[in-house]
């Protein structure tokens, strides 16, 4: 089946650049997403990437993706304290509309 | 746009008795899930309906749960009875057929069992 895995906590300063990897073991994922979760909410989406794609860039997010190693990481430049939350990154395969996530990595921004 | 629609946001209740969630989806949105949050882990899907079809449903404990979706639109998730581990965050998400297929969440519902 398929297995989405992230790192659990990772601390930056702010203005720093954040970077939250992610693996995944679907060949047959079409779109994989990064969501964001703050206390107490949802989950918010806050990019995705097409599997035939390398690299997404969004403002001040870039998504990276190496379809060969199954491996997706989400860079956040100038990463601001409001930017301090859960992220999940998600998978969605060729199969039909199965969304996998991961576990989620705490970001936590340091002032 | 309305997002998806969660009732009750938090809910506390004694185990063995019953709990039902409700889920109004975005409108036009075939898809709809259900997904269960344990504190500190991601969302597990629970079940997923296209339209009014329960297409995929093999980690719903069906023993105490039960979901339906009638006309295809809102839907309500059951639990009874409801033991201790089943305290967590119920997500319920919707999305629609073709684009790049996002899913929405709504804010979840918190549930206690006590």
């Known amino acids: 089946g398929e297995d989405v895995e992230q790192s659990l906590f990772l601390s930056v300063r702010e203005g720093d650049s954040s970077v939250i990897n992610c693996t995944y073991t679907d060949s047959s994922s079409t779109y994989l997403y990064w969501y964001k979760q703050e206390p107490g909410a949802g989950l918010q989406l806050l990019t995705y990437?097409?599997?035939?794609?390398d690299m997404k860039q969004d403002q001040r997010l870039t998504v990276l993706l190496n379809k060969k190693d199954k491996h997706l990481s989400l860079r956040i430049a100038d990463t601001q304290t409001g930017d301090s939350a859960i992220y999940f990154c998600?998978?969605?395969?060729?199969?039909?509309?199965?969304?996998?996530f991961g576990g989620g990595t705490r970001l936590m921004v340091k002032p | 746009e309305a997002g998806v629609v969660q009732s009750p946001r938090y809910k506390i209740i004694e185990k063995k008795q019953p709990v039902a969630f409700w889920c109004n989806p975005i409108?036009?949105?075939?898809?709809l899930y259900w997904y269960r949050q344990n504190l500190g882990q991601g969302p597990e899907l629970l079940i997923r309906?296209?339209?009014?079809?329960?297409?995929?449903d093999s980690q719903l404990p069906k023993d105490r749960f039960s979901a339906e979706r009638l006309k295809g639109v809102d839907s309500t998730l059951k639990i009874q009875p409801a033991e201790l581990g089943d305290s967590a965050v119920y997500l319920c998400?919707?999305?629609?057929?073709?684009?790049?297929?996002?899913?929405?969440f709504g804010q979840g519902t918190r549930l206690t069992v006590v």
């Open positions: 409108s036009g949105h075939n898809t």
């Open positions: 309906y296209e339209n009014e079809e329960a297409v995929d």
């Open positions: 998600a998978e969605r395969n060729n199969a039909g509309n199965m969304l996998t």
């Open positions: 990437i097409f599997s035939n794609m």
């Open positions: 998400a919707s999305s629609a057929r073709g684009g790049y297929g996002e899913a929405f």
